[in-house]
């Protein structure tokens, strides 16, 4: 108290020196608000000169790299010396996520601690003035506030007058504390406030450098004592008898008794262990003297490893494997299937020359294209795996997929009527799979390009009620960045379908959106789709 009554003759003596700021009503507590910018402050000096601190957390989420990095010592400082304080977390937050997210950067932090005022919101900054309607800010407010509430804390906001008016004029703000910030003779705010800070420029010693000064217009505030207990055993416990432990405080001398449990039996166990065709036990002793014998356990049958292959089968051949029991050594001999030749020549794509063989990355999906109609060969002995693949091409295999259904109306000057593609393009244009390239026109020949191919499948999907979850961005590839603005959904969600896995290029996996795909890449990824949908049917 006598500490209290100094400060507050001391702050109204200074008032003209520091600018003859005079507050409206009568402060009852004279305090500072401190942060990483203070650095180390010798608190057994600033204690003589002040009633209160508010101390801040940190700003914005909850992660310990925005944590004020002097918040821990300034907190320990006003708790051993019984300065009673509240704290503060500058703002950043434009949604009610980032909003939640701030209170449990607070409530984090002050765990273990006792508050004698309240939790501060400050809002001041400007993105979020920039980008927050006022009925925004105050949901932000809202959700911030009531989860520390429901912590069992005592709220407020801070913030300037021109804020106060301009954004935080709603008078469901009424039912939280309010910290008004003027640096003037007066704050000029004419509704209810606790606190007020009155200047940036203020002087104390301990403190290197100005700090915020502040009056407070409420009940004075109490410091509570965070009890630091030591304690004895006076009685230790067995494992049937209870024990008595003592508590005292080595900052008041609050003391309490506690019963200490009986500890219960404490077993070891010592194991008889299973063995492959016999069965064991376990016996549990207690230091005390107590024992019983556990649950019998089966024999655990062998043990087989993971086997070793004395002979590759081969086509037409079968070959062997020994398999040893890892716990009796004992061995068995078993026989793998001989194998059966690949393809074998029956392949969908064994007439043409130009295909790879069997194993290679597109040999599968040339495979399935070919097999479903879904694609036809250049002439009847190649198909031109390399080849770029067309807009038409891939317009016309989509259609196909989808049963050759008619319909649409043809609204492109260069797609001419009774071409292979025509009705293809017409249809796609309707179930706007396809939007043409501006200025009335399609262009079927042009090469399309990986981008394109993953944006048209993304809204073929689409059209079809098929699930196209939004994807995270796949970052890691070096050329992400290249992706055009229309196509970076599209080709997240191929990415993160497996539909597309990128180009090797010197150990680094590029997408290379604007290339080209050629008819093996159309028809691999092709594949992949329609077989990861008939897998997630069949689930």
Known sequence: MKRRILSLL????????????????TPTAHGIDVSHHQGAIDWDLVATQIDFAIVRIGYGANLTTQDDRYWKANADACTRLKIP????IYSHATNEEQALDEARHVLRQIKGYKL?????L?????????????EQILRNATVFCNAIEAAGYEVGIYANTHWWEKYLSSPQYDKWDRWVARYASQTGYHKTYSMWQYTSKGSVKGITGDVDMNYWYAEPPKAECSHQYTFHVSKEPTCTEKGERSYVCSLCGNSY???IKATGHSYKAQTIAPTCTEGGYTQYSCHCGDSYVGEEKAPTGHLWDEGTVLTEPTVGVAGQMRYICTACQLTMTVTIPATEPPCAGNCPSARFED?????HWAHEGIDFALEHKLFQGMSDTHFAPNSPMTRAMLVTVLWRYAGSPEGGENSFSDVPDGQWYTQAVTWANGEEIVAGVGH???EPM????????AAVLYRFCKSRGMETETAPEPVSFPDWEQVRAYAREPLAWAVNTGLISGVQSQGLSYLRPQESATRAQTATILYRWIEGMTNTEEK
């Not at 304080?85 to 503060?88: E, I, M, R």
């Open 440 to 442: 009335g026109r399609f």
């Open 446 to 453: 042009a090469n399309i390009t990986r981008e394109q191919f």
């Open 257 to 259: 008794q506690e019963v």
């Open 355 to 359: 295909l790879p063989s069997y194993g």
């Open 122 to 134: 400050d809002l001041e900054d400007e993105d979020i003035s920039n980008n927050c309607s006022p």
């Open 85 to 88: 304080f509240g704290v503060y």
């Open 116 to 120: 004698s005022m309240p939790v501060y």
């Open 10 to 25: 001391l702050a109204l003596l200074l008032l003209p020196v520091i600018g003859g700021r005079a507050a409206e009503r």
